[in-house]
Each structure stands twice: as structure tokens, then as C-alpha cells.
């Protein structure tokens, strides 16, 4: 089976571009979420969404960073302008939520490495 | 304060040698607990998830403290292999499930 894809795997650009990352999350994955990982933050949850509906996107750092998930087969990340504090590996996982059979496992993506210059 | 947070590293270690991690969460509804590993320029891969009695895999070993807000991960035997790094995870009922990480404690295992 197919895990989750994200693309670009690596994104160089310009500071005021605008940047658009994807996810397509594993079939039957209900709960999607963005995270950042920077050396100095770590790994930050930035928005999830449960049945394609955002539920909290109290990380997402400020109104150039915008996500949807028109339906449950495909996620986008954005951000405009881009700026050279926003380079990070931004990761997209998936999950089939908490239930008595599941624990909340996630699936990570391999990553869109962004670098603005 | 941080909702997790874990010991600061990195930890560098002999093979052979037995090593543990803790973490400790800050909301006390917090549901599930999780231990993920991360290999260098990868993406985190889950490792194993903590229960209430501890649970063991092979030479990993995971206690939960609900009491103290605590958890640990028990290396023993380290082998080369097991470098990278490992985030403790925390799951948090908000609306429906959000997963939080703490910022990961880098292990280096040498010959």
C-alpha cells in the first residue's frame, strides 16, 4: 500500500513567493495533520483536520500559512509571501483517529524540505 | 511551559550500554503516549506505543506514569543501530484527537 505523498520533496524559492505544498494521505485516513520541524523548534503541529473539516489550527504561525482539505484524498499547505524564517521540513501525516482498536498511531510523510533564500 | 517535553541531548553512548529517556506532558487529558523514532533527513516513524503497565519490545521498554505525567523509554544493549533520534509523543482530545511531539533527544551509539 501506498503511504502517504507529499510533493515537492524539496522547494528552493525567493522571499515573497507564494509556496504550496500537497499531501495525499493513506486511503481510509480520517485525521490529517501539518507539522514544521526546525532544529530550533523542533517538530510543531500546525493545523489538523478530522473528516476533511479543520478542527485546530492554532499552530499555524500567522495569516501567510493557509491549509484545505477540499476532500479526504488530498491536503494543501500555502503559504503567501514566503519568507526566509519559514524554511523547515514540513511534514504531512495521517491517522484513523482514537478508538478502542486504534491508538492514534501516525504516518508521516517523507517531508517537503522549503528553503527560501 | 512546553505541553511535552523531553531530556535535552544529545545522549552518546557505548555499545552495549543501556540508555533511558524520559518525557513529561502537561495535560492531564492527554490520552494516548507514543515513542517515534526519526533517522537522520527522514521522516518519524512510529516505535512503539506506551501503556499504563509498561510494555516491552525485544530491547525497547516503554513506562507510562499518568500520576507524575511522565514517560520513559529503556534502551538496553544499544546497538549501533539505534542512532537517531526519538520523540515522545502525546495524544490530546481537542475536537478530536491532536498529536503533540516533543523536540526529540538525539542518541549517538560508537563502537
Known amino acids: 500500500d501506498a503511504g502517504v505523498i507529499q510533493s515537492p520533496r524539496h522547494e528552493v524559492t525567493e522571499m515573497g513567493q507564494e509556496v504550496t505544498l500537497r499531501c495525499k494521505p493513506i486511503?481510509?485516513?480520517?485525521?490529517l495533520f501539518w507539522y514544521r520541524q526546525t532544529m530550533m523548534r523542533g517538530l510543531e503541529l500546525l493545523i489538523y483536520?478530522?473528516?476533511?473539516?479543520?478542527?485546530?489550527d492554532s499552530g499555524m504561525p500567522e495569516d501567510r500559512f493557509s491549509a484545505k482539505m477540499p476532500n479526504a484524498s488530498f491536503s494543501t499547505l500555502k503559504i503567501q509571501p514566503s519568507e526566509p524564517r519559514d524554511s523547515a521540513v514540513y511534514f504531512c501525516?495521517?491517522?484513523?483517529?482514537?478508538?478502542?482498536?486504534?491508538?492514534?498511531?501516525?504516518?508521516f510523510g517523507e517531508g517537503s524540505r522549503l528553503t527560501v533564500l | 511551559r512546553k505541553e511535552v517535553e523531553q531530556d535535552p541531548g544529545p545522549f552518546n553512548v557505548p555499545e552495549g550500554a543501556t540508555v533511558a529517556f524520559n518525557c513529561t506532558y502537561s495535560?492531564?487529558?492527554?490520552?494516548?503516549f507514543f515513542w517515534y523514532r526519526q533517522d537522520c533527513r527522514k521522516e518519524p516513524k512510529l516505535l512503539m506505543s506506551?501503556?499504563?503497565s509498561g510494555n516491552e519490545d525485544g530491547r525497547f521498554t516503554a513506562q507510562l506514569n499518568r500520576a507524575s505525567q511522565y514517560i520513559s523509554l529503556l534502551i538496553r544493549d544499544s546497538k549501533l543501530s539505534d542512532s537517531a533520534t526519538y520523540l515522545c509523543?502525546?495524544?490530546?482530545?481537542?475536537?478530536?484527537?491532536?498529536?503533540?511531539f516533543g523536540a526529540g533527544t538525539r542518541l549517538f551509539v560508537k563502537a
Open positions: 509523543a502525546v495524544n490530546m482530545r481537542t475536537g478530536g484527537f491532536k498529536t503533540i
Open positions: 483536520f478530522n473528516n476533511n473539516v479543520p478542527i485546530d
Open positions: 501525516a495521517t491517522g484513523t483517529g482514537v478508538s478502542n482498536r486504534n491508538t492514534g498511531e501516525l504516518f
Open positions: 506506551v501503556y499504563s
Open positions: 495535560n492531564s487529558a492527554s490520552q494516548s
Open positions: 486511503s481510509g485516513h480520517n485525521s
